[in-house]
């Protein structure tokens, strides 16, 4: 009879942590348990359990981390803050809803976690987390397409309500600037049958004193077809995109964008039947990768801008 009892007795002992283990490994979540061995060392944290979804959503293999720290398994955990958090839930006995972090290492590309952690008994916690990256990104392309569509409703609301290409100009350089955050926009015109470009006087400046002798230099030039970006986008007739001047290279004012602190520019022409008649040029304060959904708007801004030079012939 005593047999039975202690037969029973294990029997039931081991359904609840059978039953607990299919619970955590069908968890759609991430979940993993932190024992804190240290109270002082928030990085003491060492991996107990870990469930497939975790590895999933961190993209890292739960054998490379089950049994190890956090110093050792998520190093920058530590130095983030984000093991310190753990650490408190774990002390505190009161769980936390830690919100959206921001976790990446050598090991782990970047990526975005909702993360809720509850104390659990032993100076443990269990971290459940979701990474949300894809999410975020999604969110973040639906929303700057929707920017780009209002950038282009804003140039063409100024193309239509300018009476003059001028004022067109000028508030599209400022629109655009707004958008992309540079500190300079300007205008070449050409004349009809001109064999150069030559400053329409037409700027954005964040910075008036400190674009001062570009400024200057850039009202004195004239560009002809395929020189520097102005030329360039003459003689391909679309928007161009250079991502670092600093070198020089066919680039006449390089030297003076250096000194202005600018590295990066991109323009767009205007023409009128075949003709060029502008380009509108642009200036970084950093070497930027072309942005391709930008280009498209500018080809667009292009369209609208000739229609009022049409318009004011």
């Known amino acids: 009879m005593t047999r039975r009892k202690s037969t029973r007795a294990r029997r039931a002992r081991r359904v609840p942590a059978e039953l607990y283990r299919r619970v955590i490994e069908g968890l759609p979540l991430g979940l993993k348990i932190w024992r804190l061995e240290d109270s002082r060392d928030p990085g003491s944290l060492r991996l107990l359990a870990s469930n497939d979804a975790a590895a999933q959503a961190t993209g890292v293999p739960l054998e490379q981390v089950m049994g190890k720290t956090m110093a050792e398994a998520f190093p920058q955990a530590v130095p983030l803050g984000i093991a310190a958090q753990f650490a408190e839930v774990a002390l505190s006995g009161k769980a936390r809803d830690l919100g959206e972090l921001v976790y990446g290492d050598a090991r782990m590309r970047e990526g975005v976690f909702t993360v809720y952690a509850f104390p659990l008994p032993d100076r443990c916690v269990a971290v459940m987390f979701e990474n949300i990256t894809r999410d975020k990104l999604m969110e973040a392309a639906r929303v700057r397409r929707a920017a780009l569509a209002n950038l282009s409703l804003r140039i063409l609301e100024a193309a239509n309500e300018s009476a003059t290409p001028a004022q067109a100009y000028e508030r599209c350089l400022a629109e655009i600037c707004a958008f992309t955050r540079c500190p300079l926009g ?43 970006l102005p ?45 060029l008649v502008a380009v509108l040029e642009f200036f970084t304060e950093e070497a930027r990768v072309p942005d391709e959904e930008l280009l498209e708007i500018m080809e667009r801004a292009g369209e609208y801008l000739a229609a009022v030079v049409r318009r004011a012939r």
């Open 186 to 228: 300007h205008v070449f015109e050409r004349g009809p049958g001109e064999p150069a470009l030559r400053s329409a006087n037409v700027w954005f400046l964040r910075d008036g004193a400190r674009f001062a002798r570009f400024r200057q230099a850039t009202e004195a030039l004239t560009i002809v077809r395929g020189v520097a």
């Open 231 to 275: 030329g360039r986008v003459w003689e391909s007739g679309k928007p161009t995109w250079l991502i670092d001047v600093a070198g020089g290279h066919n680039f006449p004012r390089a030297e003076l964008l250096g000194e202005a602190g600018l590295k990066g520019a991109f323009g767009f022409p205007v023409s009128v039947d075949g003709e």
